[in-house]
């Protein structure tokens, strides 16, 4: 049994992820696709800005259209204090015993994997599709055994969107209408309100 997970803060959750869950689900043989939010990661100074309620909101109205085919786990986003992938790779195998894993991951996330919390367990636990998001050059390491997506070219930040917003600016292309909507209608991300 394959099972797909792509975890992140998803704050907000945007077109460059919807983009890489439909390049998986019409490439990839799988039993199930796994988003999981983060509730914090360890490695990002800030922690996410919408609340876990709103991010995990804003996930559904993404993934509207997919007819159940995608899963959305509160596991982390319901913990206490950082989300280590190696926690919830062990979470996902005793969930789904038997399965096969694979971890889904952008090439920024990629390049600082030997930094992540036991980093050589995870290798040896999940199978590794690296999604090159921002047209960089790929920066392998030999003992990596990797699937890498290369004809994926879609430059969309979280962090920029963010700004976009707290700038006044009411609909952003890099966003869904619903989710672009949703922002709106809760005034998520507006920081520099008197």
């Not at 914090?40 to 993404?62: D, G, T, V, Y």
Request: include cysteine; charge should be negative.
């Amino acid at each position: 049994m394959n099972i797909y997970f792509f975890g992140g803060s998803f704050d907000p959750p945007h077109l460059g992820h919807l983009k890489i869950i439909e390049t998986c689900l019409n490439r990839f043989d799988m039993a199930h696709f796994i988003l999981i939010p983060a509730n914090e990661s360890p490695l990002k100074k800030n922690k996410p800005i919408a609340s876990q309620i709103h991010r995990i909101e804003m996930l559904k109205l993404l993934i509207d259209d997919f007819e159940n085919k995608i899963i959305i786990d509160d596991w982390e986003i319901n913990r206490n204090g950082p989300s280590y992938t190696y926690d919830t790779i062990e979470y996902l195998i005793e969930k789904y015993p038997g399965c096969c894993l694979f971890m889904i991951l952008g090439h920024d996330q990629f390049i600082s994997l030997k930094n992540w919390k036991n980093y050589e367990k995870i290798l040896n636990s999940v199978k590794i599709i690296v999604f090159n998001r921002f047209d960089e050059k790929f920066i392998l390491n030999q003992d990596i055994d990797i699937m890498k997506i290369e004809d994926f070219k879609i430059n969309i930040s979280s962090e920029n969107i963010r700004e976009k917003i707290n700038n006044g600016e009411l609909f952003i292309s890099d966003l869904t209408s619903k989710v672009n909507h949703y922002i709106n209608e809760n005034g998520l991300y507006k920081i520099n309100e008197c």
